[in-house]
């Protein structure tokens, strides 16, 4: 039987797996509920049993596994010691020492971040390229850096925090992370809308977002592609800061491609556009070719890259 590899994905709500070949190639994918009472005791036994069940439905045996990737929603460092997950009650633990625990096989780790970034640049929009930047503008801001076809994880797994980028002295409501002016109030999904909100109190302009039954990216995108002025700007202030904070990653990172996924994506070409014309006007001449394209992954895109923690860490051994 050959060697497979399972990816998983721990979400606050559920908990992504797949099975794969050895090379890549996807042969099984479910979700389990995500347990975070008494402190996400649960999680770990949790995702073993699944998979020792999944492994028991064609007699896969340990020796057939050659390991599990672990993507968690919190910072991780290269030893595989997690530094506090606060969506699943999570302190400072070995995840791999307590994964084996529960199931005697190869255990590796990342933050979820960067594990999608890794699955997009290996199987996805970044595919054949090995420098790639990935941006999620989902409700916040998500990043991960590839470089060299490896993590860029930093010291704790905190690196490729894009969404984090200081944007605006002037900014006086906090951002989830505390600070003030950060780059995903602007160009998440919840930072769209509150620029359009913000727009919508400047005047009195006539918008079709005035009579919107509810303010959220869709929306402001669907308005500007029909026309709608106020929409308009907005979309082109989001591309603005947007491309203004890649510009200062591609003056450190010098990636091939960025790639952009999560649910603001979905707005297509449009959002590709926006971003690319600031990050152009901004970024350091030799970082002026850098391409941006769509994710294509979409939710696997962290157990694919979960998956390559397993490939890349067993070959690197």
Known sequence: MDKKVFGVDIGGTTVKIGAFTADGEVL??????????????DILPDIAR????????????????????ISVPGPVDDDGIVH????????????????KKHIDVPVFAGNDA??????????????????????TLGTGVGGGIIVNGKVLSGYIGAGGEIGHIHIDDNETEKCGCGNKGCLEQYASATGIARLASRRLEEDDTPSTLRSAAGLNAKV???????????????????????????????????PEVFVIGGGVSKAGQMVLDLI????????????RDTGFVLATLGNDAGIYGSAKLVIDGVTKA
């Not at 045996?61 to 990737?69: E, M, Q, W």
């Not at 029909?226 to 907005?234: K, Q, T």
């Open 220 to 254: 402001i995108f669907d308005a500007a592609k029909a026309g709608d002025a106020l929409a308009n700007e907005v979309t082109h202030r989001f591309g603005e800061i947007l491309g203004k904070g890649l510009s200062i990653v591609a003056d450190v990172t010098n």
């Open 50 to 69: 699944s998979i020792k069940d999944k492994m028991g439905e064609d007699g896969t045996t340990v020796d057939n596994v050659l390991g599990i990737g």
């Open 276 to 287: 690319r014309d600031s990050y152009v006007r901004y970024v350091f001449h030799a970082s």
């Open 28 to 41: 099984d994918k479910w979700e389990i509920p995500t347990r975070t009472e008494n402190n996400g005791a």
């Open 84 to 99: 506090k997950c606060v969506n699943l009650g999570w302190g400072v633990f070995d995840i791999k020492e307590e994964m």
């Open 114 to 135: 960067n594990a999608a970034a890794l699955g997009e640049a290996w199987k996805g929009g970044g595919k054949g390229c090995r420098n790639v930047v990935v941006v």
